[in-house]
C-alpha cells in the first residue's frame, strides 16, 4: 500500500524522524486555518500518488493568506496525470541548504536491505544513478543484524555529506532503517532530506509503501486503508478481501493464483481481446469469495463477457463451482461468463455446473479455448 | 532421480491439525508420501488419521527420523515454524504459507544461510514439490502429473506450476520433478538452485521454467543458463500485458521503473538459447517438439 507524503510524514514521525510542522486540508478554509497555526511563509502541497507533482503546479509556496487561498484554490480539483487532488498538505516552508536523499528497501537479488545515501538529493534517484552513480553510497545491511549507529556514521561519511549534517544524518537514519523494517514498509524514502542554514537535518518529503503482508501486526494502518482506492472498482474489491487491479478491456477475469490471472491477462491479449481486470481470488477459495468475484466484476459497466479460469491446488474446484451457483443466485450477473476448471476436484466441480450450463454459462476445456471463447463473447 | 526428494524422503507436517495441513498432508500421504508425523503445540500424542501428532519438531523427528517438514501454519507463525523446523534437524523445509511479512522472510533467509548452511528451504508461497511417483509435499494435486521424466519442471507461480504439469501430461510426457519456488520478493529456493540440480540429474533431459514479472531472478538464471546448462530449457514468463507499478498478486510481481519486465526477462532467456514461448499451451507443445526429439 503506498501512503500519500503526509501521511508517510506522520509515519516517519512516530519513528522520530523529524518532519517540517504541517497538518492536511480538504478545502481552502481548512487550509488557511492550517497555514495560521503553523506560520508563513507556508509550502501548499497536492497529495497524490504519482511523481512530477511540483512540474505539474501541484507545489507552491505561499507568504501569506491571500497565497494560501490562491494556491489552495487552483491545486485542489487538480488534474495531476489521472489522479485528482482532494487533500492538501500544509506546512511551514524550510529554508534548504543541502538536499540529500536516503532511502530503504529490499535488495531482491541480494537477499538482503539496501540502503541508499546521497549527498545530490532533490532530483529523481534513478537519474543520479544513470548520470553520477558513484554519488549514491549503497549499503548492504543484514537482516539478522540490522543497522547500528557506528555503521550509520561510516556511511555519512563515505556518502560525503556535509560536517555540519553528519551525527544528526546517522541518528536519522537509524530511526529510518527503525521505521522502513519495524514498520513494515517494502521502501522507506526521503528525497529531498534536507539540511536548513541552521544547522538541522529534516525529511522534507515522504515517500512510503507499506507491506500489506504485515496489517497483522499494524491495527494503526486502519486510517490509511480510507484513503487507499482512487478506483470504485478496486475500493469494491478490496472491502471484499479480493486481490483485484482495475483495467480498461471488455473480458473481466477471474482465476486463482497470481500467475495463472497474470496468464489469462496475456493470453486474452493474444487472442484479440483485452481483459478489463486482474483478479486473483488466491489460494483456498471458497464459494463465498468467488461470489464475491463476481460481483465485483458484473459492477464494471465495460465488461461483456467474463472468463473464469481456475486450476485446482489449494483452492478446490467444487467450491468454485459451488460459488458461481451462488452468484448467479444472489445477484443477476449481466456478462456470460466462460469457465475452465482443472485440478483438485475438478470432476466434482464440472458435475455441480453440468445441469446449469447454457448460452450464459459456458465451459471449455483449455485455457486457449476459454480464452478464445471469452474474446469473442465480449466481440458480439 | 528425482531432485531434492524421492520416494524415501520422510516428512513431518506442520500444522497437520489444521484445516489446510490437514487436508494436504492426508493428500500427500495417500499419493504415497512418508508422512510420518505432525506438529502442533499442544496436541502431542494425539494423531490425524494414524498420524502421530507432536508437541514440537524436535520430539518428531527423534521419533520418526523425518528429514523434511510440509509447513503450513498461518502468516503471523511461519517465520517461528520454519526456524523451529531447522532447529530441530529438519534438511529440507517446504513452506506453502501466503502472506508472510517480507521483513520476515528477509530475516528467515539470511537466519538460515548463516545458522542452518545445510538446511533447503522451499517457498514460502509456493506449491511445494512433486516427485510424480515418489513423494509430493504441499498443495499440488497429484493426479497432475506423471511419473518417468524426462522434464524437469521449475516455476514461480503455483497455479502455473499446475498448468505446466497439465500441458505435459496431456501428452504423455513425464516430470522428474516439479519445484514451486513461489512468487514472494524472498524464496527460499531459486531458479538457479533447481536448475544446477536438474542439470546434474542424469534423469531429467529437458527442463521447463515458468517465470513471471518482478525481480531479477529470470534474468540471473538466464546468465547461468548460458554458461553452464547442457540440457534444453523452454520457458514462459507470465505478465505480458501487467502494468508497470502494480502488484499482481504476488508481493514479488512487481514492475519496478523499467526493471522486471516480462519482456527483459524473455529477451535474456531467449540470449541464453532457451526455447520462450507467449503461453502455457504454447511452452507444453514445445516441451513436446523436444522430448519426441531427444
Redesign the interface.
Known amino acids: 500500500m503506498d501512503l500519500f507524503e503526509y501521511q508517510g510524514k506522520q509515519y516517519f514521525a512516530r519513528y522520530g524522524i523529524a518532519v517540517s510542522p504541517g497538518d492536511i486540508a480538504d478545502t481552502v478554509d481548512q487550509a488557511v486555518a492550517v497555514a495560521e497555526r503553523v506560520g508563513y511563509p507556508v509550502v501548499v502541497k497536492a497529495q497524490v500518488k504519482v511523481g512530477g507533482r511540483g512540474k505539474a503546479g501541484g507545489v507552491k509556496l505561499a507568504a501569506n493568506v491571500e497565497e494560501v487561498r490562491l494556491h489552495a484554490g487552483n491545486i485542489l480539483g487538480l488534474d495531476i496525470k489521472g489522479h485528482v487532488v482532494r487533500r492538501l498538505w500544509i506546512e511551514r516552508s524550510s529554508d534548504i541548504a543541502k538536499e540529500y536523499y536516503a532511502s530503504f528497501t ?1 535488495d ?2 541480494n ?3 539496501l540502503g541508499m545515501l546521497s549527498a545530490q538529493g532533490g532530483v529523481e534517484i ?1 537519474v543520479v544513478a544513470e548520470e553520477n552513480p558513484e554519488a549514491i553510497a549503497f549499503l548492504s545491511i ?3 543484524h540490522g543497522l547500528d549507529l557506528a555503521t550509520a556514521r561510516r556511511w555519512v561519511n563515505e556518502a560525503e555529506l556535509d560536517e555540519v549534517a553528519r551525527e544528526q544524518a546517522a541518528t536519522l537514519l537509524v530511526h529510518l532503517y527503525e521505521c522502513y ?1 519495524h514498520g ?1 514498509c ?1 521502501l522507506a524514502e526521503i528525497n529531498p532530506l534536507i539540511l536548513t542554514p541552521d544547522n538541522k537535518v529534516h525529511a522534507l518529503d515522504a515517500k512510503v509503501t507499506l ?1 500489506e ?2 496489517s ?2 499494524h491495527p494503526e494502518w486502519e486510517e490509511f486503508r480510507a484513503t487507499e482506492f482512487d478506483d470504485p472498482r478496486e475500493k469494491m474489491a478490496k472491502e471484499k478481501g479480493l ?1 483485484y ?1 482495475g ?1 480498461d478491456g471488455t473480458v473481466g477475469i477471474i ?9 489469462t ?3 486474452v ?2 487472442v484479440g481481446g483485452t ?1 478489463a481486470n ?1 483478479l ?1 481470488i ?3 477459495a471458497n464459494a463465498d469469495v468467488m461470489a464475491a468475484a463476481l460481483e465485483v466484476i458484473n459492477a464494471d459497466p465495460k465488461v461483456k463477457a467474463i472468463f473464469v479460469n481456475i ?4 483452492t478446490r474446484v467444487d467450491d468454485v463451482a459451488h460459488g458461481v451457483l451462488e452468484a448467479l443466485g444472489r445477484v443477476s450477473i449481466a456478462s456470460p461468463i466462460v469457465l475452465r476448471l ?3 476436484n475438478a470432476v466434482e466441480g464440472r458435475a455441480i455446473l453440468a445441469p446449469h450450463l447454457s448460452a450464459s454459462l459456458i465451459t471449455e476445456p ?3 479455448d476459454a480464452a478464445r471463447r471469452a474474446v469473442s463473447l465480449a466481440k458480439a | 532421480m528425482s531432485i531434492f526428494v524421492d520416494e524415501n524422503t520422510k516428512v513431518i507436517v506442520q500444522g497437520l491439525t489444521g484445516g ?1 495441513g490437514r487436508f ?1 498432508g492426508l493428500r500427500n500421504r495417500d499419493y504415497g508420501t512418508k508422512i510420518v508425523g505432525g506438529v502442533t503445540p499442544g496436541k502431542g500424542g494425539t494423531d490425524v488419521e494414524g498420524i502421530p501428532v507432536f508437541n514440537s519438531v524436535k520430539e518428531a523427528v527423534a521419533a520418526t527420523g523425518a528429514t523434511a517438514s510440509f509447513v503450513s501454519v498461518p ?2 507463525f511461519a517465520a517461528a515454524a520454519i526456524l523451529e523446523a531447522a532447529e530441530g534437524g529438519i534438511t529440507f523445509i517446504v513452506c ?1 504459507t ?6 520476515d522472510e ?2 528467515i ?3 538460515l544461510v ?1 545458522d542452518f548452511p545445510g538446511v533447503r528451504l522451499l517457498g514460502p508461497n509456493c ?1 511445494g514439490i512433486i516427485s510424480p511417483g515418489k513423494c509430493n509435499i504441499g ?3 497429484g493426479d ?1 502429473a506423471l511419473a518417468g521424466g524426462p522434464v524437469g519442471i521449475v ?9 505446466a504439469l ?1 500441458e505435459l501430461s496431456q501428452q504423455g510426457i513425464g516430470q522428474t520433478t516439479c519445484v514451486g519456488i513461489g ?1 514472494d ?2 524464496p527460499g529456493t531459486n531458479f538457479i538452485d533447481c536448475l544446477e540440480a536438474f542439470e546434474a540429474d542424469p534423469d531429467t533431459r529437458a527442463v521447463m521454467m ?1 517465470g ?2 518482478g ?3 529470470e534474468e ?1 538464471a538466464a546468465a547461468w543458463i548460458k554458461l553452464h546448462m547442457t540440457k534444453p530449457v523452454v520457458s ?1 514468463i ?6 508497470p507499478g ?1 502488484k ?6 512487481i514492475i519496478s ?1 523499467s526493471k522486471g519486465t516480462a519482456q527483459a526477462k524473455m529477451d535474456a532467456l531467449a540470449d541464453a538459447g532457451v526455447h520462450v514461448c ?4 504454447e511452452a507444453g507443445q514445445k516441451m513436446g517438439d523436444i522430448v519426441k526429439a531427444l
Open positions: 529490499l531482491r537479488l537477499k538482503v536491505h534513478e543484514d537482516p539478522v523494517t513494515d517494502d507491506d503482508n504485515a497483522f501486526r486481490n487491479i483495467l482465476a486463482n493464483g497470481a500467475g495463472l490471472a497474470m496468464s491477462l496475456d493470453v491479449n493474444q481483459a486482474f486473483d488466491g489460494g483456498g486450476f485446482g491446488g489449494i482443472d485440478g483438485t483449455t485455457m486457449m | 489446510q494436504h502468516p503471523k506453502i501466503e502472506g508472510i511479512p517480507a521483513q528477509a530475516i533467509y539470511n537466519r548463516e506449491p498443495i499440488t494435486s497432475i516455476s514461480r507461480s503455483g497455479t502455473l506450476t499446475y498448468q497439465y512468487g520478493p524472498v515458468i513471471e514479472i525481480g531479477s531472478e540471473r514462459y507470465a505478465g505480458v500485458t501487467a502494468p502494480r499482481m498478486g504476488h508481493a514479488g510481481a521503473g507467449l503461453n502455457p499451451t
